[in-house]
């Protein structure tokens, strides 16, 4: 069932371009968003996001897109935080639940929370025929395909594509996104499989990254925007499956607290495309390497150029639009940690104390 593969993990980071243009397939329909037509974002006043672990991280990047394509304010939560807190939810809003197995149980109590207060419960489930798939108004399959691997990779990609087609058309309905943009923004997902494809041919040379990573015991991520969300999945990923103690953090943190872990021994991944805060991004990876942190830098080819100089490494990937930059650069950071973790001989596809669903609280 690994099809040749050595670990479930492995196969399902190499299957990224495969699903997820399925996921196009199904939700793109020439220049429209094929999602049920009771979805309607003109009017709503907010949306709420809940989720758990690297499904969360999904939500806070969601975040960053629902507020600057469609003006929506929204809020991002952890489901074991949300469910005890009381929080008022405002009538005209959606909350949306973002779970792979669909049975989390912290993830499920916050929906039953939700119920009754807003208009409408959203889901983006792997499992269609889940409990929270179920308890929902709108149902949005992922179409992942099944998730062996305890680290959750594919349905992490899907996850956040779903959430991105639904930000563009929550762009649409409240009039801050033209059609003509709106087909523009859905021909660039098209192309998306063929990049992660150029992505993972990259994969050799994360290897050996990784090979050096391995050997570290603290590593920090770092990103802006919407890359400070996959920074903190990046950490995530390497800690759960290769123990090494990993941070995520945005980069203009770094000098709040964290630069002061920052010696030779600690490699810091610096995720930044050449997008409008890059220059910022790279003034933080100054300091670090004043420091003497050892960079790893991932980047596009003209983030390469401009800042490539001086890092322990820089990895460049295929130049991409800054709004599905982190859709992309999930996949230099889930293979940086799969081969940390198979450097260290450690057990991938079923980490020491991780189940890969969480059904009690
Ligand atoms: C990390 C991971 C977990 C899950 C979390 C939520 O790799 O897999 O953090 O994302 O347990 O699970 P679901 O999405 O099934 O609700």
């Not at 460049?316 to 940690?337: D, M, N, R, V």
């Amino acid at each position: 069932e690994k099809a040749g593969y050595k670990h479930f993990m492995a196969k399902e980071i190499a299957e990224q371009p495969i699903v997820l243009a399925d996921a196009i397939k199904h939700y793109c329909r020439g220049r429209q968003i094929n999602v049920p037509d009771e979805l309607d974002f003109s009017t709503l006043d907010r949306l709420t996001l809940v989720a758990c672990g690297t499904a969360n991280y999904a939500c806070l990047t969601a975040k960053y897109w629902f507020e600057s394509l469609a003006g929506l304010p929204c809020e991002v939560d952890i489901a074991s935080e949300f469910r005890y807190r009381e929080p008022p939810m405002p009538e005209n809003s959606y909350a949306i639940f973002v779970s792979q197995s669909g049975e989390t149980a912290d993830t499920l109590a916050a929906l039953r929370y939700a119920k009754e207060k807003v208009a409408k419960i959203v889901s983006i489930v792997n499992v269609p025929t889940s409990s929270i798939a179920r308890e929902s108004d709108v149902a949005l399959p992922i179409l992942a395909g099944v998730e062996v691997g305890v680290a959750s990779t594919k349905a992490f990609t899907c996850q956040l594509s779903v959430l991105l087609l639904l930000a563009l058309k929550a762009g649409h309905d409240r009039g801050r996104i033209d059609d003509k943009t709106l087909a523009d923004h859905l021909k660039t997902f098209a192309t998306l499989p063929g990049l992660m494809n150029q992505t993972l041919s990259r994969e050799a040379s994360i290897a050996v990254m990784a090979a050096a990573v391995a050997e570290a015991q603290d590593v920090l991520f770092l990103g802006r925007g919407a890359m400070f969300p996959l920074a903190l999945e990046g950490a995530l990923k390497l800690k759960e499956i290769s123990y090494i103690h990993a941070e995520g953090y945005a980069s203009g943190e770094l000098k709040h607290g964290p630069i002061a872990l920052i010696d030779k021994n600690v490699p810091v991944v610096v995720l930044a495309p050449r997008d409008a805060l890059f220059d910022k991004t790279v003034s933080n990876m100054q300091e670090v390497m004043a420091r003497h942190g050892k960079v790893i830098l991932i980047t596009d080819p003209k983030g390469a150029e401009e800042a490539g100089l001086g890092t322990w490494k820089t990895l460049t990937l295929p130049e991409i639009p800054a709004i599905f930059a982190p859709i992309l650069y999930a996949l230099p950071a889930q293979l940086l940690a799969y081969h940390a973790a198979v450097a260290k001989g450690t057990d991938v596809d079923q980490p020491r104390n991780l189940a890969k669903s969480v059904t009690v609280e």
